[in-house]
């Protein structure tokens, strides 16, 4: 997923497409990793829109965020910082390293502007992770000196090998580990590339997790003075009464906010393609529609004043005024940026801006 200049990457794509789509997204990391805060890194900087608003107590500089999933190792924070965006959200980080599932695991359908992807929270560390974290110098600078810095999101998850019913010991090891790094912390638990985890999502077993965590938080503000909000990232795959329940949870233990959407398993907007069948979440496009629900039906259960963070499908600046209007109050781009490069971010977030002046 190389990122140019937007007037570079039209003429690009179709070459860097010839790639693997994961040995294309490494080389891009790579490339971000050794540029971030040099004078190369003119080559995917650019202004950032001021638009901000406030949510769990955080101002959001604008609100266009990136997605978990893309630095899984929070090695690129301030390359990502230098694109523009209001926020940005690394992870999914596990206590232990671990490779993920074989390869291949990543798969394009451009027809469809989507992405199949069974990575299987890929990563090296909860340790390795936090020294990325704390190298970046975004906080320092901001994106453009005398602007605030953008907030960073901290994504956590379990180990693979670790078994269900433990499940909540990685997320408190995670929890541990990240809190005195971010401005806010994601718990995972809708990625459908590690088996039986969107099983958290049901009731008793969302109670119990939501319920230890919280706890811990609470020891964690008390012993550093800082209360740090919490997001609860979920999947598309839910009904109307699953999403009611979610969102009672949610609010039964105190989470600031909720993120939706992750990937999704349906495949009916993509049938018939290749690699269609391939195992793992579909991105893009095709999630659009779905995320778009489930975040409406998240603001009805919740009421209008709990944070939503809407991601899904945006490709385009109509698609992030749909999930505002959804009821969305911020959105995260991922598969958008892949197909349609970095001047996705701006144009975003200007739609955005927009919106709010026009209304």
């Not at 995972?188 to 009731?203: E, H, K, Y």
């Not at 349906?266 to 690699?275: S, T």
């Not at 969305?328 to 490069?341: C, E, H, K, P, S």
């Not at 975003?348 to 927009?354: F, G, I, N, R, T």
Request: charged residues 20%.
């Amino acid at each position: 997923m190389p990122l140019l200049p937007s007037s570079l990457y039209g003429l690009a794509r179709p070459f860097l497409f010839g790639f693997d789509p994961e040995h294309a997204h490494e080389l891009t990391l790579d490339g971000l990793a050794r540029t971030q805060n040099t004078p190369l890194a003119c080559a995917y900087a650019a202004p950032r829109v001021d638009d901000p608003v406030t949510l769990a107590g955080l101002e959001f500089p604008n609100r266009v965020g990136l997605a978990a999933g893309l630095d899984k190792n929070a090695r690129c924070i301030d390359a990502f910082a230098a694109m523009g965006f209001g926020f940005v959200e690394v992870g999914t980080v596990t206590p232990k390293a671990q490779p993920g599932n074989p390869k291949p695991r990543m798969f394009r359908l451009p027809q469809r502007d989507a992405l199949i992807n069974r990575l299987g929270f890929n990563n090296e560390g909860l340790d390795a992770f936090l020294a990325n974290v704390q190298k970046a110098r975004f906080r320092k600078s901001g994106s453009g000196g005398s602007k605030k810095p953008m907030l960073l999101g901290l994504n956590i998850g379990k180990n693979a090998a670790t078994p269900i019913e433990r499940a909540v010991d990685d997320y408190l090891a995670c929890l541990d580990g990240v809190y005195p790094h971010a401005d806010y912390v994601t718990i995972n638990i809708s990625s459908p590339n590690t088996a039986n985890l969107r099983t958290l999502q049901s009731d008793e077993a969302l109670d119990a997790l939501l319920g230890a965590i919280a706890e811990r938080r609470q020891a964690l503000a008390e012993r550093s003075h800082r209360r740090v909000p919490l997001f609860v990232k979920i999947a598309p795959d839910l009904d109307e009464d699953q999403v009611a329940v979610i969102a009672a949870t949610l609010q039964r233990h105190g989470m600031d906010g909720v993120i939706a959407t992750n990937t999704t398993l349906a495949r009916d907007a993509v049938a018939g393609l290749l690699h269609a069948n391939e195992a793992g979440g579909l991105s893009g496009a095709p999630v659009r529609e779905a995320s778009n629900r489930v975040v409406s039906q998240l603001r009805a259960a919740l009421g209008p004043d709990f944070p939503i963070i809407g991601v899904g499908g945006i490709l385009s600046a109509a698609d992030a005024r749909a999930k505002i209007a959804a009821g969305a109050d911020v959105v995260q781009i991922y598969t958008g940026l892949i197909y349609r490069g970095p001047a996705l971010v701006r144009e975003a977030a200007q739609a955005l801006l927009q919106s709010r002046s026009a209304a």
